[in-house]
């Protein structure tokens, strides 16, 4: 009888070991080869550096991988490559459990506030010292900079620029007389509300509830932002805060020009414009390789202009957002790290992204690149030096919290909905908002 | 041969008088407790206290725990979000548990009626949405309500009625979750019902026979009253499941719109997962943990005083 | 008066039969759509005109979205989910019984306060324990394990209460009689009590397996990469890829991870009454 119930034991025990033993006990996130090598071994012997990065973003850290291994003979270098939905969720709980820790990490401005005021990614003491600042555009440089601590390093700038339908915008043009696109927003309005009564279709489509289009697009060339100057109170529910929801607002809802989109309920934007739905849409550059491979059958239809909100005569002043390369506190191999990402900034290598990835690039000295002379077939004209050139107007955005922005953006819903007037919506968000430290 | 046997029986049963027999049978019940109690400790209990001990802190996962005291209850008291998730997980709970119990007793009450090969099959169809999967169950409703391809606008415009927002308009997205959550718990309910129902012996429907009773007395008089316990059981389970309900809603309309139908649940997710401010969120579990405590406490203290009559 | 009662039960029942066509008309959506062809699915027909397996196939040979293909690897989710639900259910089973043993049928000290211990978290929801179970998991490195999805569900007080309940109506002469024949407790359990449990345990077993199936918390919260999915997991997230549709190959999905369950439902179902019957729920 003793037995049998030994047996039994052994067989529990067994199958608990069997089940955690047959776990492909897998910690980090794609597929697993080597760890990251951590020990102190002295140069020359074998180390890793991983580096994470999205979907266009990791494919240009494949393409100039072999070079730094070159570079640094004894060291590998592990990419892994994610898509970009599931990333912010993969970064951040990674980051928190301390397992699986890459050594570099691409951010997205839209979380990277959290990581960087958490502590999160470590101070780049030697940003300022082995890389010339002048080299980078002052935007991308101070997008990932807080309290006088340089956090990440600018890979591309990203700002809203207007897409629009060519055809239909100059032929309403022509009939208004104008010359080139608006740049006030007086003008834009008369051009949108042309352009509505020749199509019977929406001349624009903005984003519903989307904080950082709002923030970029309108908040900021308004003169608004997040926090004031001295990082102590909340100033996003200002006069010039007001004044730029309600012109979001305005444009749905009185002029009746623009067409509030939802990716979750309304889908893919791209099917609209393809569809003929919409006559313009308000996005990031890289929208560029989107609507090009989305709408192939639209090619020579479409330009590009800067966003013309904002005071008058001061065109484009959208803020700007782009991802960056961090080192997170935990990772094992900083200083290899860091010789990364200083590898990554060369004008070869920036070109390189500008080339895979179709962002411009925060290095200016990388612009010299005939890539961003070249006439994207698409859009018929070089959109890289088109976009280069605007960015040096660019302020950076002031990175949020993943709470504020979803605040914010929830304000912007209620606002545009008539649930709560302008005012209403972002004193709410406000008063929700936790307290500054 | 029998004396033997005979002998060797006192024998056996004067050994069990023994010390060592009875120090055996006392140790007994401990390796059969062990495993369970093992798992109990590391699995449920230290996470309990753990998180009794993060809702007075701050913790980003990340960094320090920071020590805060009453700081998370009284951000909590003032947090619109907090008493919003609360409202609607009130209105959920309430909505759905006395409807949907009142529904499965009907179906059930019904079902005795019906001929046994034909109710058992019955039976089977109204069990199916209980056993599927919530993440199944959410996707196909999601698919229905669609605003522009769904069955229910498709149905709406063929009758030649105007499409409704099922899941985007503040007004209609609590309700069309409610409508799922009923259809999903209709058949457990009447299940269990019909379980209670079947134990009310015959006697008593006999008595009340004698007495005169008819369909509808014999439903308030006798089956109701003693169906009590059944009841108090489906409604402290349904509370149970219906306050801390995350996924139904969470997979049709993520809380939207605007927090129309989100959950206190999925602010305790949102909080923990999404902003990464895991004291606060464990205070929010706390008071969580305390509302279902006292309302199935609530309810079984209610249900038995009417039962005891 | 025999007459009329069948009359009203056949009457009712026809009642009842159309109202169940109705009310199981999402499954009929979901069987229907899984059939649907891409171009189909948006038009807002219930039944395809030209039925085809594409849905199905995408599960298994991938999908063409753009200019690349997206394996969606299905295979592996149910793989997974059996992993987990065979090895959690012989755990739990196991020890539920062997605990409700313990608490049916000996007195030990601290016997009454675990009890109510038990019983009381059993009140207290998974969010209770769902930030420090996480945070003990990527203490322990268990995030994205198997061990991490069984290891929990193991822990099940209601199953415990469910089988002692059941346990305590088993005579105490039986096991007294095999004390005597010299059987140890152990042998008492496996020999006399389980078997005598078993359509209390087959209940139990019925429940666990459809709660540790249809779980999507828990996995929601450990699991961190596809290749860990579950079934309900995978289903949820082939909503994340924008501008694809997949509402198709999710019913299609769908449809294969509830055939078990239903199966399951139909074999088992007299089972299930007599289970919730046998004073299992008595308060």
């Not at chain 1, 266009?56 to 494949?62: K, R």
């Not at chain 2, 230290?46 to 701050?58: C, G, Q, T, V």
């Not at chain 3, 005109?49 to 293909?69: A, C, M, N, V, W």
């Not at chain 3, 509402?247 to 509830?258: D, R």
């Amino acid at each position: 009888m003793k037995i049998k119930f030994l047996l039994l034991t052994t067989l529990v025990i067994a199958s608990m070991i069997l089940a955690t033993g047959c776990a492909p006990a897998v910690t980090q996130p794609s597929a697993p080869t080597e760890a990251p090598g951590a020990t102190e071994a002295p140069a020359g012997e074998n180390r890793t550096v991983t580096v994470w990065g999205f979907v266009w973003t990791a494919d240009w850290l494949d393409a100039i991988a072999p070079g730094f291994e070159a570079e640094h003979p004894g060291v590998k270098v592990k990419v892994e490559r994610f898509e970009y939905d599931p990333y912010q969720e993969m970064v951040l709980t990674t980051l928190a459990s301390g397992q699986g820790v890459p050594d570099v990490v691409t951010l997205d401005p839209m979380w990277a506030g959290d990581l960087i005021r958490g502590g999160t990614v470590l101070p780049l003491d030697k940003a300022t010292t082995e890389l010339d600042v002048a080299d980078f555009v002052p935007a991308g440089w101070n997008l990932y900079a807080w309290q006088g601590v340089q956090y990440g390093i600018p890979l591309d700038l990203d700002f809203q620029l207007v897409f629009y339908r060519k055809d239909v915008y100059d032929k309403a043009m022509a009939t208004l007389g104008m010359t080139e696109f608006p740049t006030t927003i007086e003008d834009f309005r008369t051009l949108a509300t042309e352009v509505t009564k020749e199509t019977g279709k929406p001349a624009l489509l903005l984003s519903q509830g989307d904080y950082y289009s709002w923030y970029q697009s309108f908040l900021a060339p308004m003169g608004g932002n997040l926090i004031n100057e001295q990082g102590t109170e909340y100033i996003f529910n200002n006069d010039k805060a007001v004044e730029a929801l309600q012109l979001y607002s305005d444009l749905a809802n009185v002029d009746k020009t623009a067409k509030l989109w939802s990716t979750d309920v309304d889908g893919d934007a791209t099917v609209a414009l393809k569809g003929g739905d919409a006559m313009a849409i308000l996005n990031g550059s890289w929208y560029a390789t989107e609507i090009a491979s989305g709408a192939p059958e639209m090619q020579g239809q479409w330009a590009i202009a800067p966003v013309p909100f904002g005071p008058e005569g001061r065109p484009n002043d959208a803020a700007t957002g782009g991802a960056c390369l961090s080192i997170p506190t935990q990772a094992k191999e900083p200083d290899l790290a860091w010789e990364f990402i200083k590898y990554s900034m060369t004008p070869e290598n920036q070109a390189e992204y500008f080339r895979i990835v179709a962002g411009v690039p925060s290095l200016k000295t990388s612009w010299t690149d005939p890539a961003l002379d070249e006439v994207n077939d698409f859009f018929g004209v070089p959109i890289g030096r088109s976009v280069a050139d605007w960015s040096l107007r660019a302020a950076p955005m002031q990175l949020p919290s993943l709470e504020v922005a979803d605040l914010i953006g929830e304000a912007i819903t209620k606002a545009t909905t008539g649930e709560s007037t302008a005012q209403e919506a972002l004193d709410e968000a406000a008063n929700a908002a936790p307290p500054l430290k | 041969m029998a004396v033997q046997d005979a002998v060797h029986k006192q024998k056996e049963i004067q050994e069990y008088d023994t010390h060592w027999y009875r120090l055996k049978e006392r140790l007994a019940p401990y390796p059969f407790i062990a495993p369970f109690f093992v798992a109990f400790l590391v699995f449920q209990l230290l996470p309990i206290a753990f998180s009794i001990f993060l809702s007075f802190a701050e913790w980003n996962g990340m960094g320090a725990i920071e020590f805060l005291g009453l700081k998370n209850f009284s951000v909590m008291f003032q947090d619109p979000k907090f008493w919003n998730a609360l409202k609607i997980t009130f209105y959920i709970t309430a909505f759905c548990t006395i409807v949907g119990t009142a529904g499965a007793t009907l179906l059930a009450v019904l079902l005795e009626k019906v001929e046994d090969w034909l109710a058992s099959i019955l039976r089977v169809f109204f069990f199916l949405p209980s056993v599927t999967s919530v993440v199944v169950i959410g996707y196909i409703w999601k698919q229905l309500y669609s605003s522009d391809y769904g069955f229910f606008n498709t149905l709406l415009m063929g009758l030649g009625l105007p499409p409704q927002q099922w899941l985007t308009d503040s007004t209609l997205a609590l309700p069309a979750l409610l409508v799922m959550l009923i259809w999903a718990g209709l058949g457990w309910d009447s299940l269990i019902i019909t379980a209670g129902l079947r134990s009310i012996p015959d006697e008593v429907y006999d008595a009340g026979k004698v007495d005169g009773t008819n369909g509808w007395t014999e439903f308030w008089y006798i089956t109701l009253p003693l169906l009590q316990p059944t009841l108090l059981f489906v409604l402290v389970t349904g509370v149970i499941f219906l306050w801390g309900i995350f996924a139904q809603p969470s997979i049709l309309t993520g809380g939207g719109p605007l927090r129309h139908t989100q959950t206190i649940a999925m602010y305790l997710y949102d909080v923990g997962f999404r902003y990464h401010k895991f004291g606060y969120a464990s205070a929010i579990a706390m008071i969580l943990s305390l509302i279902m405590f006292i309302s199935s406490y609530l309810n079984f203290r209610f249900v038995k005083s009417e039962a005891e009559y | 008066m025999n007459r009329r009662r069948k009359i009203l039960g056949y009457g009712i029942g026809g009642f009842l039969f159309l109202f169940a066509m109705l009310y199981l008309f999402p499954y009929v959506w979901m069987t229907s759509m899984s059939f649907k062809a891409d171009a189909e699915i948006f038009s807002g027909k219930v039944f395809p005109e030209h039925p085809t397996l594409e849905q199905y196939q995408r599960l298994f040979s991938g999908y063409q979205f753009k200019d690349i293909t997206l394996t969606i690897p299905y295979l592996t989710y149910y793989k997974n989910t059996i992993i987990v639900t065979v090895f959690s259910m012989a755990l739990v089973l196991f020890f539920d019984a062997m605990a409700a043993y313990g608490f049916a049928k000996f007195n030990f000290p601290g016997k009454t306060i675990l009890f109510w211990l038990m019983i009381g978290t059993m009140l207290l929801p998974v969010y209770s324990t769902l930030i420090p179970s996480f945070w003990l998991f990527s203490v322990l490195k268990w995030i994205n394990t198997y061990r991490a999805l069984i290891l929990p569900g193991v822990v099940d007080a209601y199953g415990i209460f469910l089988l002692k309940q059941y346990m305590e109506t088993i005579p105490n002469e039986l096991l007294d009689a095999a004390k005597v024949d010299g059987a140890g407790a152990f042998r008492r359990f496996w020999q006399i009590v389980v078997p005598l449990s078993r359509p209390a345990i087959a209940t139990l077993a019925i429940f666990r397996f459809l709660f540790i199936w249809n779980d999507y918390l828990w996995p929601l919260v450990i699991i961190r990469d596809d290749t860990m999915y579950t079934l309900t997991l995978g289903i949820a997230n082939m909503q994340l890829r924008q501008g694809m549709v997949v509402w198709g190959s999710q019913m299609a999905a769908s449809v294969l991870a509830t055939l078990p369950v239903l199966i399951l439902v139909l074999v088992m179902q007299k089972q299930f009454l007599r289970g919730l019957t046998a004073g299992a729920f008595k308060a």
